[in-house]
Every structure is written in structure tokens, then in C-alpha cells.
């Protein structure tokens, strides 16, 4: 079966044979997409960054408006990044990703 599923302004098709691989897939695509805005300053204008140190390559989506950025953990070792490790680094501060924004202070 095949499903397009809108999220925001992003719209991505996904295929797969049963109910439970759809799932799957947009549960993975929302956790890892589903930030509409910042959670700094309510930004709608936010960007998707892919940088590349040592063989790593490290995923964020950055505000283009206040700077924030929201980080996902991979490695050369692991194929796909990591939602479960979304981080945010602002200002020196170590925080950790919100449900409907890009920053939340770690409490």
C-alpha cells in the first residue's frame, strides 16, 4: 500500500505491505520531522542541517530566525539518526528537545 502523508509544509510517500510497517514509518517521520516551529522564539522558518566531522555525520534543524538548533545523535556505525537522542545546544547550555518546540531547558 501506498500513503502520502502531509506534515506541515513537508509531504513524504511512504510504501510498505501492512498496517503495522505504515505505523512504523510515520511514527519514525513524526518524531524526527514533527518540529513546526521553534520553541525559542515560535519561528516557522527552520532549516534542515547535515554537517560532517571525522566520518560522523550530525543532523539539527536550525531557526533561521533566532539560531536555536535541535540535534539528533548518529554515527558511521548506526544507519539512521536517532530521535531518542535529541539534543539542543544553546549558548553553552545543554537542553533537550519539547514536544512542540526546538528548546527546552534541561530541569
Given amino acids: 500500500m501506498k500513503l502520502n502523508y502531509k506534515l506541515g509544509n513537508l509531504t513524504v510517500e511512504f510504501e ?5 510497517e505504515t505505523f512504523n514509518q510515520l511514527a519514525t517521520f513524526q518524531e524526527v520531522f514533527g518540529e513546526l516551529k521553534c520553541g525559542k522564539c515560535g519561528s516557522e522558518n527552520l532549516r ?9 555525520e550530525y543532523y539539527e534543524i536550525r531557526c533561521n530566525d533566532c539560531g536555536a538548533r ?4 548518529a554515527n558511521k556505525r548506526v544507519e539512521d539518526s536517532s530521535p531518542n537522542g535529541k539534543t539542543q545546544k544553546e549558548n ?16
Avoid at 510498505?16 to 503495522?20: F, G, I, Q
Avoid at 534542515?48 to 560522523?56: A, K
Avoid at 535541535?70 to 545523535?73: H, P, Q, T
Avoid at 545543554?94 to 531547558?105: F, L
Fill in 48 to 56: 534542515f542541517v547535515v554537517r560532517e566531522n571525522d566520518g560522523n
Fill in 70 to 73: 535541535l540535534s539528533f545523535g
Fill in 92 to 107: 553553552g547550555c545543554q537542553t533537550k528537545a519539547g514536544k512542540n518546540g526546538i528548546v527546552k531547558p534541561n530541569n
Fill in 16 to 20: 510498505a505491505d501492512t498496517v503495522r
